[in-house]
C-alpha cells in the first residue's frame, strides 16, 4: 500500500509538472470558461428568467464552477490515451511501478487541476458581480466539487482505456459531457425548461450537483441536493473504477 501511494503521488506530480511545463494549455483551459461566465453574464442572461429577487449571476457562477469540474475532469481521457498511445505505459510496465498508480495518480492530478480552475472562476465571478455567502458553506461547496472532479474523472479514464487513440478518446470523452451539462440546472431553472426536459433534468447528476453548490455558497445550506451529490459521487465513482480497471488489465495485458 505504501508503494502505491509512492508511485500514485510520484505520478500525478508527472501530470500536474507536464501540466504546467504547457503554458499554451493552461492559457486555453482558462480562456474557456471564462468565455463562458462573459457570454452568459453579459449576453444571455438577460434573457434568461430567474425566479424573483435571485440576480442571474448568483445562479450561473455556481453553475458555471460545476461545469468546469465535470469538463477539467473529462480531460483525463485523452491524457491516459496518450499515455497508452506513446508507449509511456509500456514503459512504466518494465519498472516496478504499482499496476494502477498510473491511472489513480492521472485522476489524482485531474482532480487538483480541476479544484485550482474552479477557484479561478469562482474569483472571475466575483470580478462581474458574484457575491457569495462568506462562510463554511464556499469550504464544503469546493471539497464537493473536487468530489464531483474526482468521480467524473473516473468516469474519463474509463473511456481513455477503452478506445484505441487520444484523437477518438477527446470525441468520446466529451461528446457525452455537453447534453449533460446543459439539459441541468447549470445555466437556467429547471422549471423554466418544457415538461419533459424538467423530468430528464431533475434527475440529472449535474444537476444536484449545481443546486447543492448554490445553497451551499449562496445561503450556507445543506440541502437535500448535496446528499444526492454524494450519493451521485459514489455511484460515478463506482462505476468509473470498476470499467477503468477492466479496460486497464485488458489493454496492459502481456
Do not use: C, H
Request: hydrophobic letters at 55%.
Amino acid at each position: 500500500m505504501k508503494k502505491f501511494a509512492i508511485d500514485t503521488w510520484a505520478l500525478t506530480k508527472r501530470s500536474l509538472v507536464k501540466y504546467r511545463r504547457n503554458p499554451q494549455a493552461v492559457v486555453f483551459t482558462l480562456i474557456q470558461p471564462i468565455m463562458f461566465v462573459l457570454l452568459f453574464r453579459y449576453v444571455f442572461g438577460g434573457a434568461i428568467q430567474t425566479p424573483p429577487g435571485v440576480d442571474y449571476v448568483n445562479l450561473l457562477i455556481p453553475g458555471i464552477v460545476v461545469q468546469n469540474a465535470v469538463f477539467s475532469a473529462a480531460a483525463a481521457s485523452v491524457a491516459i490515451s496518450d499515455d497508452l498511445a506513446n508507449g509511456f505505459t509500456d514503459r512504466l510496465r518494465s519498472l516496478p511501478t504499482a499496476r494502477l498508480a498510473p491511472l489513480t495518480g492521472r485522476v489524482f492530478a485531474d482532480t487538483l487541476r480541476a479544484g485550482l480552475l474552479v477557484t479561478v472562476i469562482f474569483f472571475v465571478g466575483i470580478v462581474v458581480g458574484f457575491r457569495p455567502e462568506w462562510s463554511w458553506g464556499l469550504i464544503v461547496a469546493w471539497l464537493l466539487l473536487m468530489l464531483v472532479a474526482f468521480g467524473f474523472a473516473w468516469i474519463a479514464v474509463a473511456i481513455g482505456v477503452s478506445v484505441k487513440s487520444p484523437e477518438v478518446a477527446q470525441s468520446a470523452g466529451f461528446i457525452w459531457i455537453f447534453p449533460l451539462t446543459f439539459a441541468s440546472s447549470v445555466f437556467v431553472p429547471v422549471d423554466t425548461m418544457p415538461d419533459w426536459l424538467a423530468a430528464i433534468a431533475t434527475v440529472n447528476p449535474v444537476t444536484q450537483f449545481a443546486d447543492a453548490t448554490r445553497a451551499l455558497v449562496l445561503d450556507a445550506q445543506i440541502t437535500s441536493a448535496l446528499g444526492w451529490s454524494l450519493v451521485w459521487v459514489v455511484i460515478l465513482t463506482a462505476i468509473g473504477a470498476t470499467f477503468t480497471i477492466r479496460g486497464w488489465n485488458r489493454m496492459t495485458k502481456p
